[in-house]
């Protein structure tokens, strides 16, 4: 088992979304992003099963499990693969409910199907190749930053505009 470090475990804990990839009962791949990744312990992970049917029951069928955690300003996070384990009752179903709700997210019984908690098997950094050049880390984040506000204000703009179309 992977331990998680304390910098991966600070990516997991400000991004809280994770791309999950499992494979389906045909061999074809499945990824699915998972807004309730976060961290259960110093070698687990967990997202809460909300919307994730097919995730779900490929993790059933095959519990390879391979979450990617990513800061898109930055463009560094990292890569954990192990086996998942699928609780819909019980203790660890109880204590995923309480430790998302103590994270800010709305996990009620209602509203979450199944807690899907992943042993981290292996644990590796994704790096984005304009490092490569050179490029430090504060100039990646000003550009990423920059074109992020620039969609933002679009996204602004088109909702202004809708609202005046209604």
């Excluded at 045909?26 to 687990?44: A, E, I, R, Y």
């Excluded at 909300?50 to 560094?76: C, F, G, H, Y």
């Excluded at 800010?104 to 098997?121: F, H, K, P, S």
Aim: hydrophobic share 40%.
């Amino acid at each position: 088992m992977a331990s998680l470090t304390e910098d991966m475990k600070r990516v997991v804990l400000e991004q809280k979304l994770g791309f999950a990839a499992t494979v389906c009962p045909d061999g074809t791949p499945n990824l699915s992003p998972k807004g309730t990744t976060t961290v259960w312990d110093d070698d687990h992970l967990l997202f809460a099963d909300i919307w994730s049917p097919q995730t779900v029951r490929n993790l059933a069928e095959n519990p390879i499990v391979e979450i990617n955690v990513v800061d898109p300003v930055v463009r560094k996070g990292y890569r954990f693969k192990g086996h998942a384990n699928l609780h819909s009752d019980g203790d660890i179903f109880d204590r995923g409910l309480a430790l998302l709700r103590e994270r800010g997210y709305d996990a009620n019984r209602e509203r979450v199907r199944t807690i899907v908690l992943i042993a981290v098997d292996y644990a590796a950094p994704l790096i984005s190749p304009a490092y490569e050049q050179g490029a430090s880390e504060e100039r990646i984040a000003a550009k990423w930053e920059q074109h992020f506000d620039e969609l933002a204000q679009r996204r602004r703009a088109r909702s202004r505009s809708e609202r005046k179309t209604v």
